[in-house]
T-cell receptor, first 111, second 112 residues
Framework: EPEVTQTPSHQVTQMGQEVILRCVPI?????FYWYRQILGQKVEFLVS????????KSEIFDDQFSVERPDGSNFTLKIRSTKLEDSAMYFC?????????FGQGTRLTVV | GEDVEQSLFLSVREGDSSVINCTYT??????LYWYKQEPGAGLQLLTY?????DMKQDQRLTVLLNKKDKHLSLRIADTQTGDSAIYFC????????????FGTGTRLQVTL
């Protein structure tokens, strides 16, 4: 069964460093998303991407964040200068016209 | 309000039925979803219902939708210990991005 894959599963980084979280969406899907879940809290929308551009972003998705689809298969989330409060589980999701399927997540720990 | 609401915790005995409730926010939401999250894991799509349906059954899972009250429920029949997890409801509001808005999650504990 096709699935969304994310790498790495866990990333530890120092405050101020840049991180890139990687996702391979399901191959025929056209809509891509990043969500995050701070420990013990609910899942929050960050950004959606369609037709090679951002279609919507939340207040959380400030200038420190960017997304890219560098080739036909990968979808990345970059955080330019990480802060302690960026520590969370980051989920990538993709869909066609149906429901969204989520990856297993990347746990980002900023120290 | 803006929040999708769920009760925080539910404890049931193995073999009993579980009912997890959710109140969503937007009566024009097109799809409503249930996701399961096991400890330290990702979000597994369990089932979903289109807004023009009242009920959907999928093996042990039954979803009920009351659009008038914006109320969604998930019933798990014959609950097993492997069902212990956090269950999130989510609504897909209309619009280009069709992002999901998640509830606070209900922790289901299944006891022997």
């Amino acid at each position: 069964e096709p699935e969304v894959t994310q790498t790495p599963s866990h990333q530890v980084t120092q405050m101020g460093q840049e991180v890139i979280l990687r996702c391979v969406p399901i191959s025929n899907h056209l809509y891509f998303y990043w969500y995050r879940q701070i420990l013990g809290q609910k899942v929050e929308f960050l950004v959606s991407f369609y037709n090679n551009e951002i279609s919507e972003k939340s207040e959380i998705f400030d200038d420190q964040f960017s997304v890219e689809r560098p080739d036909g298969s990968n979808f990345t989330l970059k955080i330019r200068s990480t802060k302690l409060e960026d520590s969370a589980m980051y989920f990538c999701a993709s869909r066609d016209e149906g429901p969204a399927f989520f990856g297993q997540g990347t746990r980002l720990t900023v120290v | 309000g803006e929040d999708v609401e769920q009760s925080l915790f539910l404890s049931v005995r193995e073999g009993d039925s579980s009912v997890i409730n959710c109140t969503y926010t937007d009566s024009s939401s097109t799809y409503l979803y249930w996701y399961k999250q096991e400890p330290g894991a990702g979000l597994q799509l369990l089932t979903y219902i289109f807004s023009n349906m009242d009920m959907k059954q999928d093996q042990r899972l039954t979803v009920l939708l009351n659009k008038k009250d914006k109320h969604l429920s998930l019933r798990i029949a014959d609950t097993q210990t492997g069902d212990s997890a956090i269950y999130f409801c989510a609504e897909r509001r209309p619009g280009t991005a069709s992002k999901l808005t998640f509830g606070t999650g209900t922790r289901l504990q299944v006891t022997l």
